[in-house]
């Protein structure tokens, strides 16, 4: 019995030892995935952004210079 006694001390001890190790790396991880996460949403919503903004200035060829060319723009297109 004192044998494996001490094989169950030396179990327990090194778990003991190696949770919080363990705790901490998982966090750690964590950490960076999350913000690897959010990064790539950021640069996803970025890139969104600049295509829309492409998209916009082809579409905006035509200068709006008179009343009559505005109100007809906005009948055709809307808002």
């Known amino acids: 019995m004192f ?12 778990l003991t030892v ?19 996460k959010v990064l790539e949403d950021d640069l996803q919503s970025q890139k969104k952004s600049t295509d829309f903004y492409k998209k916009m200035a082809e579409y905006e060829t035509d200068t709006l210079t008179d009343r009559k ?5 906005l009948r055709s297109n809307g808002l």
Do not use: H, N, Q, W
Request: hydrophobic share 45%; aromatic share 8%; charged share 25%.
């Open 18 to 36: 190696a949770l919080p190790i363990i705790y901490v790396m998982g966090k750690i991880k964590g950490r960076a995935a999350e913000k690897t």
């Open 3 to 14: 044998i494996f006694g001490k094989i169950k001390m030396y179990i327990i001890a090194t």
């Open 69 to 73: 060319s505005i109100t007809d723009r």
